[in-house]
């Protein structure tokens, strides 16, 4: 009879690999922009891999479109009427979030 993988433990070790790459990224991304690219491409495999899906902090940490970490020097965020536009400055592309303003 075949055992079954325990998948809790799967799945917080995936999510416990993004996480950790996701701080390299951040550590490394003025010296070395490339390097970041990379662990964030590493995180993004290990999240299809295992079919963990990404925390939605970490989701809005890279470019969707090259991949490319997105810090505030290389990145600009702009607020308009609920929705929140992110611009990667390699790329020049767009992401989309909603989001609900403060009320006064």
Do not use: W
């Amino acid at each position: 009879m075949r055992r079954r993988k325990d998948n809790h433990k799967s799945r917080d070790l995936a999510l416990q690999r993004m996480e950790r790459l996701f701080v390299l990224a951040e550590e490394m991304h003025r010296v070395h922009p490339e390097r970041s690219k990379r662990y964030v491409q590493i995180a993004r495999r290990i999240s299809t891999r295992t079919r963990v899906r990404m925390p939605r902090s970490l989701k809005r940490l890279y470019c969707r479109h090259c991949g490319s970490y997105l810090s505030p020097e290389n990145s600009r965020v702009r607020l308009s009427e609920g929705v929140m536009v992110t611009t990667c400055i390699f790329c020049n592309g767009q992401m989309r979030r909603p989001y609900k303003p403060r009320r006064e």
